[in-house]
């Protein structure tokens, strides 16, 4: 089929300037044409009447939305091949589906170890990426933001593109963001607080960035590709220098009032307890992320002179000292599995998911999630004589949170290019 559909350049939009580019939409009802458009997202290709089935609404208003998103350039109709044997007659069946073509964004996401761009077509599919390693955290913001902007043009020169071809960007960092202002308030990467990193990306690329905190994006990053394809609520919790959450309920991630997200690691599992990184105590995260290991590995190894190397390599080594039976290694991994036990059941008793992912980096240390550790959140959770959650182990690299702020990006653009028309 010919592609002849055409979209508006989203950076010239006046809507996709610097100020507020996300509304807080969550509570408001969506249009039909935005609903249509998920379905097919997520879908990958789907009929028309098996859309109006599972949105509940009529075949003809299905057909009507879907009219308008072919126009828009976002859709096409797709001729499905025939199954053999079938010998029927006449045009195949048509089924609709993302059009690829439809623009370009990219994904980026910030870490600890290294920083990773990658640029996808609007269907989705990564056609390049990069990455830069660094290992240092508290840069000064201005550092951050060159250093992105060098792994996003080198994303953008592998895939044969500039700036100006992207539609949307989507950017995933740790700590505290409030994804409604693009604000980050406070990250373990920077020195400063409260960086408007959406705002000054946005003017630097030229196209309208959204920015959100890392588990977020990697919820997202399931809501679209993963397990959201086939179940409408479940829990990410992601595990790398913290500790994080997202949670997908009816087929939207929750972002709360604020925008702020769950604050998985700031619960607190202790009063008067450990200092965490956000200046308070007896936080979840204080006794299982990284530096939690490392500080405990400090005292109880006698590691005080290995205080010049990164938290990382440390890490590494408490692991291979477990590995290799060294019973105080294991009981600092012991004990950070049963404090992640207390807020896995946390997490059942407030939410009730059917499916908790555990996902990150960090989840190659299986002494996090052993039997004995879900053993443990078992037997915190409300016994209700029911099965309780399916707890799945995702250890995901760098490219998949990419994805995910690849999939805020793509979400940013869709938004603008289905917004109400204001003229
Ligand atoms: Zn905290």
Same mark, same amino acid.
């Given at each position: 089929?010919?592609?002849?559909?055409?979209?508006?350049?989203?950076?010239?939009?006046?809507?996709?300037?610097?100020?507020?580019?996300?509304?807080?939409? =969550?509570?408001?009802?969506?249009?039909?044409?935005?609903?249509?458009?998920?379905?097919?997202?997520?879908?990958?290709?789907?009929?028309?009447?098996?859309?109006?089935?599972?949105?509940?609404?009529?075949? =003809?208003?299905?057909?009507?939305?879907?009219?308008?998103?072919?126009?828009?350039?976002?859709?096409?109709?797709?001729?499905?091949?025939?199954?053999?044997?079938?010998?029927?007659? /006449?045009?195949?069946?048509?089924?609709?589906?993302?059009?690829?073509?439809?623009?370009?964004?990219?994904?980026?996401?910030?870490?600890?170890?290294?920083?990773?761009?990658?640029?996808?077509?609007? *269907?989705?599919?990564?056609?390049?990426?990069?990455?830069?390693?660094?290992?240092?955290?508290?840069?000064?913001? =201005?550092?951050?933001?060159?250093?992105?902007?060098?792994? @996003?043009?080198?994303? @953008?020169?592998?895939?044969?593109?500039?700036?100006?071809?992207?539609?949307?960007?989507?950017? !995933?960092?740790?700590?505290?963001?409030?994804?409604? %202002?693009?604000?980050?308030?406070?990250?373990?990467?920077?020195?400063?607080? !409260? %960086?408007?990193?959406? =705002?000054?990306?946005?003017?630097?690329?030229?196209?309208?960035?959204?920015?959100?905190?890392?588990?977020?994006?990697?919820?997202?990053?399931?809501?679209?590709?993963?397990?959201?394809?086939?179940?409408?609520?479940?829990?990410?919790?992601?595990?790398?220098?913290?500790?994080?959450?997202?949670?997908?309920?009816?087929?939207?991630?929750?972002?709360?009032?604020? /925008?702020?997200?769950?604050?998985?690691?700031?619960?607190?599992?202790?009063?008067?307890?450990?200092?965490?990184?956000?200046?308070?105590?007896?936080?979840?995260?204080?006794?299982?992320?990284?530096?939690?290991?490392?500080?405990?590995?400090?005292?109880?190894?006698?590691?005080?002179?290995?205080?010049?190397?990164?938290?990382?390599?440390?890490?590494?080594?408490?692991?291979?000292?477990?590995?290799?039976?060294?019973?105080?290694?294991?009981?600092?991994?012991?004990?950070?599995?049963?404090?992640?036990?207390?807020?896995?059941?946390?997490?059942?008793?407030?939410?009730?998911?059917?499916?908790?992912?555990?996902?990150?980096?960090?989840?190659?240390?299986?002494?996090?999630? *052993?039997?004995?550790?879900?053993?443990?959140?078992?037997?915190?959770? @409300?016994?209700?004589?029911?099965?309780?959650?399916?707890?799945?182990?995702?250890?995901? /690299?760098?490219?998949?949170?990419?994805?995910?702020?690849?999939?805020?990006?793509?979400?940013?653009?869709?938004?603008?290019?289905?917004?109400?028309?204001?003229?």
């Amino acid at each position: 089929m010919p592609d002849t559909g055409h979209m508006t350049p989203l950076g010239q939009d006046e809507s996709a300037g610097c100020g507020p580019l996300i509304q807080s939409y =969550a509570a408001q009802p969506r249009p039909l044409r935005q609903q249509v458009f998920e379905r097919v997202r997520a879908s990958g290709l789907i009929a028309r009447s098996e859309v109006a089935k599972d949105l509940g609404v009529s075949p =003809a208003s299905v057909t009507s939305a879907a009219s308008e998103l072919i126009e828009k350039g976002l859709i096409l109709e797709v001729d499905t091949p025939r199954r053999d044997g079938d010998g029927t007659r /006449g045009r195949p069946p048509v089924a609709l589906g993302v059009r690829p073509a439809a623009g370009h964004v990219a994904g980026l996401k910030l870490s600890d170890q290294s920083h990773s761009a990658i640029i996808c077509d609007f *269907a989705g599919t990564v056609i390049a990426e990069a990455h830069l390693r660094h290992g240092i955290l508290q840069q000064d913001a =201005a550092q951050v933001i060159e250093d992105a902007l060098r792994t @996003l043009d080198d994303a @953008l020169c592998r895939a044969g593109l500039e700036r100006r071809d992207l539609l949307a960007v989507g950017l !995933g960092l740790p700590g505290i963001v409030d994804s409604d %202002t693009g604000v980050s308030m406070w990250s373990p990467l920077f020195r400063e607080r !409260g %960086t408007p990193l959406g =705002a000054i990306l946005t003017e630097r690329i030229g196209c309208p960035v959204r920015i959100d905190n890392d588990a977020n994006c990697v919820t997202l990053a399931e809501l679209w590709f993963g397990a959201g394809r086939t179940r409408p609520d479940f829990a990410v919790v992601t595990i790398e220098h913290g500790l994080g959450m997202g949670i997908v309920i009816n087929h939207r991630l929750y972002r709360g009032a604020l /925008g702020l997200g769950l604050e998985f690691g700031h619960t607190k599992v202790q009063l008067d307890g450990a200092l965490c990184r956000c200046g308070q105590r007896g936080c979840l995260e204080a006794y299982v992320a990284d530096y939690a290991l490392v500080r405990e590995a400090t005292t109880a190894l006698n590691w005080g002179n290995r205080g010049v190397q990164s938290p990382q390599i440390l890490l590494e080594s408490l692991y291979d000292h477990a590995k290799a039976g060294n019973q105080s290694a294991r009981a600092i991994f012991k004990r950070a599995g049963r404090y992640l036990a207390l807020g896995l059941a946390n997490i059942v008793n407030l939410f009730d998911p059917a499916l908790i992912l555990l996902s990150g980096e960090r989840m190659r240390y299986d002494y996090l999630y *052993a039997e004995e550790v879900l053993s443990a959140m078992r037997d915190m959770t @409300l016994d209700t004589d029911r099965i309780g959650p399916r707890v799945e182990i995702r250890a995901w /690299g760098d490219q998949v949170w990419a994805r995910g702020a690849a999939a805020l990006a793509l979400e940013a653009a869709t938004d603008i290019a289905l917004a109400p028309e204001t003229t």
